[in-house]
């Protein structure tokens, strides 16, 4: 009985901390994701991150794996909302986006993920940060941007596939973290299974990719 007992007030003890830890910044200063949540719990309101300067992708479309040249099991990203001044975007695509923005904080990030809903409206699923590859080196930066211990996915288009890996944007890293939508891919992951674009009204850009 003593020993049942000490090995429940062990667990007890290992849970509290592992709870304790996930709940603070890996790195000085950066946020934990309940503060990233708190931060960003406003911009779930789509017409309050217009008033704030994110603008919708041109192309209005809703990114899932399949477009992509993935499998179709890994699921959606969503519509992206995107701020050109968090970005350092000053010129439009020629051919492709670029910028000089460094912008890596996640309390106010550059970019907005939003799901398309069967009434027309759209909910928050994900935030984003973008930097440009040449821009983060120019920097004097010489690996990817962290964020939690997980360094930012680095995304370059490959000429020999049909799909555009970069979304038409120069050579770049990015990190989604899924606070508004629980993804069993892994909130630090690129698409999520449980986001769908099977609302979205946009069937001509999608049919111009080939989708």
């Known amino acids: 009985m003593l020993l049942k007992s000490t090995i429940s007030t062990t667990l007890a003890v290992l849970t509290a901390l592992s709870s304790v830890a996930g709940a603070c910044p890996l790195h000085p200063g950066e946020p934990t994701l309940e503060e990233v949540r708190a931060a960003t719990e406003r911009l779930r309101d789509v017409d309050v991150a217009l008033a704030e300067g994110y603008i919708r992708d041109p192309g209005n479309l809703c990114d899932t794996a399949e477009m992509m040249g993935m499998p179709a099991e890994l699921g959606a990203m969503g519509i992206h909302f995107f701020r050109p001044d968090l970005l350092g975007i000053t010129a439009p695509p020629n051919p492709r986006v670029n910028g000089d923005g460094i912008h890596t904080d996640f309390l106010q990030p550059s970019i907005l993920i939003y799901e398309p809903q069967a009434d027309g409206s759209l909910e928050l699923v994900a935030v984003e940060n973008l930097v440009f590859a040449e821009a983060w080196k120019a920097a004097g930066n010489a690996t990817a941007p962290v964020f939690h211990d997980v360094a ?27 606070i508004y939508r629980d993804n069993p891919n892994g909130v630090f992951a690129q698409f999520n299974p449980n986001v769908t674009c099977e609302h979205h009204q946009n069937d001509a850009a999608h049919a111009a990719m080939g989708h």
Do not use: K, L
């Open 152 to 178: 930012f996915d680095r995304m370059v288009d490959d000429p020999s596939t049909p799909a555009d890996e970069a979304h038409m944007f120069e050579p770049h890293y990015d990190r989604h973290v899924w």
